[in-house]
């Protein structure tokens, strides 16, 4: 039987990694899919992980119907065996149920991957539809950390050095990155605090040993 299957995670948390990780598994054993996505920071039509993978894939638009795209190729004989749905948590709730009808209706596997709350801990109407449809939610098990070490549980949306808790939902941004609008990862009771890194005057952690060499 196909399933819906949500992986969740905060920013850090490898989400992006295992959406490409999941397509190569499956091409690898000759499977055709679809990779989704919406608002990536590498860029339209982009799914990139911090550790320097990226593959190109759909961007949603406003209107798109996802199960339509997907009737309408099989309709011309190309094969879809699964689809990849990397940045969930920005999809309509509407969309989500086009992945439900695909999964149901087609029996195709989907894999979702997104962020369950956005900054001011609220979820995500794309992350609280699919909890609401999906087969399977699944926790990733790569822990993002907080400055302080602990397990980071929440996001936190930092304006020219300082969090903030109010403003739109959705607005695109990386983690540790130059820009004014920045993302850091904080455990419940920092982010309850509004503690960050900069705030605490704890450093924050030093990248990958690889990080730089990806990079390059």
Known sequence: MAELIFYCGTM????????LQTAHNH????????????????GYGQISSRLGLQADAIEIEPEMDLHKLVVDKLSIGERVDFVVADEAQFYKAENIEQLAKIVDGLSIDVFAFGILTDFRTKLFPGSARLVELADRVLTLQ???????????????????????????????????????????????????????????GSAQFDPLPFAKEIND
């Open 142 to 200: 790569v822990e993002a950390l907080c400055w302080c070490g602990q397990r980071a549980t929440h996001n936190a949306r930092v304006l020219n050095g300082e969090m903030v808790v109010e403003g739109e939902q959705v607005v695109v941004g990386d983690v540790g990155s130059s820009n004014s609008i920045t993302y850091e990862v904080l455990c419940r009771r920092h982010h309850m605090r509004k503690v960050t890194s900069r705030s605490s």
């Open 27 to 42: 091409r690898s054993r000759g499977r055709k899919g679809l990779l989704f996505t919406n608002l990536d920071r590498a």
């Open 12 to 19: 850090d948390s490898g989400k992006s990694t295992l959406a």
